[in-house]
Nanobody, 129 residues
Framework: QLQLVESGGDLVQPGWSLRLSCAAS????????IGWFRQAPGKEREGASC????????NYADSVKGRFTISRDNAKNTVYLQMNSLKAEDTAVYYC??????????????????????WGQGTQVTVSS
């Protein structure tokens, strides 16, 4: 059973950067597309970014495009989310999630949370001056 653990969340000032990590155990991430989702207080969980099984395809929410970068290191069984130029509206609990990718769509990922089968416990990111 795949297990995901996020880390790297912190309290930072606007304009600062953070790198979140999503470490997997129990299975290899070689078979999974990975998404990063976030949930702000009082709001629904939304997709921030995703990366395909091969790493060749990524997607970003418009609100983070140009500031966030998702990457994966399958040798370390870890996915990262580099967040630059952080804003107060980025404050949320960030979750990584995994979905097993069938043959033929190895280069695709989507930020539809209902498709994802495995979730981490989340890490808090707070952006405040």
């Amino acid at each position: 059973q795949l297990q995901l653990v996020e880390s790297g969340g912190d309290l930072v000032q606007p304009g600062w950067s953070l790198r979140l990590s999503c470490a997997a155990s129990g299975d290899t991430l070689d078979y999974y597309a990975i998404g990063w989702f976030r949930q702000a207080p009082g709001k629904e969980r939304e997709g921030a970014s995703c990366i395909s099984l091969t790493g060749s395809s990524t997607n970003y929410a418009d609100s983070v495009k140009g500031r966030f970068t998702i990457s994966r290191d399958n040798a370390k069984n870890t996915v990262y989310l580099q967040m630059n130029s952080l804003k107060a509206e980025d404050t949320a609990v960030y979750y990584c999630a995994a979905v097993m990718t069938p043959p033929g769509v190895e280069d695709m990922c989507v930020m539809t949370k209902s498709l994802y089968d495995y979730w981490g416990q989340g890490t808090q990111v707070t952006v405040s001056s």
